[in-house]
Each structure stands twice: as structure tokens, then as C-alpha cells.
């Protein structure tokens, strides 16, 4: 049995979707980023750094692990499945994986809190962090021309890259024009487990729609990352 403690960001979302995608048995604990849980030190020991998600394999001697990336990594290697075990196959899913890691979700994360979170609007900021997101965005547009997923079949590098383009609108970043894109961000929401995934710990679907109460999630988000 796995515990896996998160809260609904991409990041967690990462590993929700991975597991669902895998069919492992799991629990969840959710952590209320709002009331700052992850800096409270019950957490810190599973992660020292304060940031979701992390999990615990019982069945492994109690292994704990952070970071969404290093935790999908273990879920595919632990299973044998989302990454293949050739070394040229491996490192085509791996260099995905660290493009999310390394630019994807950096990017889109510093330009949710100029766009969304912070109450004064930095235009050269703001502009950086959504034109580097539409950047990357138009370099997997340009190799999802050529390829079904990105690195051969579905894969952890698909599921880290989605969990954050999908949410391109909360971002303020545009996807128009980039057809590849949109329909391999439309196949993988076909994907029961992926849409399961992304509802856990809670449901926040309308709210990356702006269909849902917007303001108090901003409001609140506002404090964590002025903390």
C-alpha cells in the first residue's frame, strides 16, 4: 500500500494520475496548502523542503519519497510500466520529464503568481514567465507534429507535461494555433485513470474553468506564496 500525501496542483496531480495510470492501491492524505500543513513538522520529515507531494511504500520498508518527479520515476521502475527499460526508450521519456521539470512547470508556476496571486501586476514579469510558457508550448506543438505522445508511447513524460498544460488558461498562457498540442491534451483527458488522477484530492476542474469561486481560492493561495 502506498500513502500518498498531496493537494490538487499539477505537481500532485503528477502523482494521482501516475498511480490511477498504474492501478496501485492507495490512500491519500490530503494537505491544505492554505492553512500551511506542508511547513508544519509532520510533513517536513517526509519532505524537508515543504512542498507536496510525497509518498510512503509500506510494502518497501516504509520508503519515502518526494519530488513528483522522482516519485513517478519509482511508480513506472516499481511497476515496469509508463517508461520503457531499453536505455534509448528510457531516456527519450526521461528528457521529457525533465523539460516539465525544468521549464514547463517552473514557468507556468511563476506566471500563475503574476497573473493570478499577486495583487500588484508586473507587466515585464508577467510577460516573461507566459511568453517562456507559450515557448515551450510551441516546442511540443512542434514535435507532437511527428509523434502520437512525446516520447514514443504514453508515458510519465506525457503525464507530467499534461497535469500542467492542461491547466494553460489558469496560467494566462494561449494554446490557439497549436492544433498538436490541443489534440494530445484532448486524448489524454480520453484517458479514464488521467481524469480520475486529476481529481484528487478534491475536485478543482471548475475552477481552472473559472466556473467556480475563483476569488476566495486566490485569496487564499495569496498568502501561501507571500509566506
Not at 500588484?120 to 516546442?139: C, D, H, M, S, W
Request: net charge negative.
Amino acid at each position: 500500500m502506498i500513502e500518498l500525501y498531496t493537494a490538487a496542483t499539477p505537481n500532485g496531480w503528477k502523482a494521482s494520475v501516475t498511480l490511477e495510470e498504474l492501478g496501485l492501491d492507495y490512500t491519500t492524505h490530503k494537505i491544505s496548502l492554505m492553512d500551511g500543513e506542508q511547513k508544519k513538522p509532520a510533513f517536513l520529515k517526509l519532505n524537508p523542503n515543504g512542498r507536496i507531494p510525497a509518498i510512503i511504500d509500506r510494502d518497501a520498508d516504509d520508503l519515502t519519497i518526494f519530488e513528483s518527479g522522482a516519485i513517478m520515476i519509482y511508480l513506472a521502475e516499481k511497476t515496469g510500466r509508463l517508461m520503457p527499460t531499453d536505455t534509448k526508450g528510457r531516456m527519450a521519456v526521461m528528457q521529457w520529464l525533465m523539460f516539465q521539470m525544468g521549464g514547463v512547470g517552473p514557468m507556468m508556476g511563476q506566471a500563475n503568481v503574476f497573473f493570478r496571486y499577486m495583487e500588484e501586476k508586473i507587466p515585464t514579469a508577467l510577460a516573461r514567465y507566459q511568453n517562456e510558457g507559450r515557448r515551450l508550448f510551441e516546442v511540443m506543438n512542434g514535435h507532437l507534429a511527428e509523434n502520437e505522445y512525446l516520447a514514443g508511447d504514453y508515458s510519465i513524460a506525457d503525464i507530467a507535461n499534461w497535469c500542467w498544460v492542461r491547466s494553460h488558461k489558469w496560467s494566462g498562457i494561449s494554446i490557439e494555433g497549436l492544433d498538436n498540442l490541443e489534440r494530445w491534451i484532448n486524448a489524454i483527458y480520453e484517458r479514464p485513470a488521467a481524469l480520475k488522477g486529476i481529481k484528487i484530492p478534491e475536485d478543482t476542474t471548475a475552477l481552472l474553468k473559472e466556473e467556480g469561486n475563483a476569488e476566495e481560492f486566490i485569496k487564499g493561495a495569496r498568502k501561501m506564496v507571500t509566506r
